[in-house]
């Protein structure tokens, strides 16, 4: 049974940093693309920032710059480091595993106001 448990977000003033973790079980994430993605209030789902198992890495462009996802294969986690947040960064934050099968995290929430 595979299960992303995500954690690190919290409330935060604008300019301030944050770093989400996801912890995998069940799947090693290096043989899989992980990603995350936001949910802002009123909105879809977006991605934020992927990375496959051969460590290709990108962002959108809302975020480049800002937000930097990163992989421990030792600790089977993968990582979300976000700085200069802003008030349009707040959402649910959502850890995905995509291999032979896509899975999801429960999300932590992420708020950026002042």
């Known amino acids: 049974q595979v299960q992303l448990v995500e954690s690190g977000g919290g409330s935060v003033q604008p300019g301030e940093s944050l770093r989400l973790s996801c912890a995998a079980s069940g799947i090693e994430v290096r043989w899989v693309t992980m990603s995350w993605y936001r949910q802002r209030p009123g909105k879809e789902r977006e991605i934020v920032a992927f990375?496959?198992?051969?460590?290709?890495?990108d962002y959108p462009s809302a975020v480049k710059g800002r937000f930097t996802i990163s992989r421990d294969d030792a600790q089977n986690t993968v990582y979300l480091q976000m700085n200069d947040l802003r008030p349009d960064d707040t959402a649910v934050y959502y850890c995905?595993?995509?291999?032979?099968?896509?899975?999801w995290g429960q999300g932590t929430q992420v708020s950026v106001s002042s």
């Open positions: 990375i496959t198992a051969g460590r290709t890495i």
């Open positions: 995905n595993s995509r291999g032979s099968s896509t899975h």
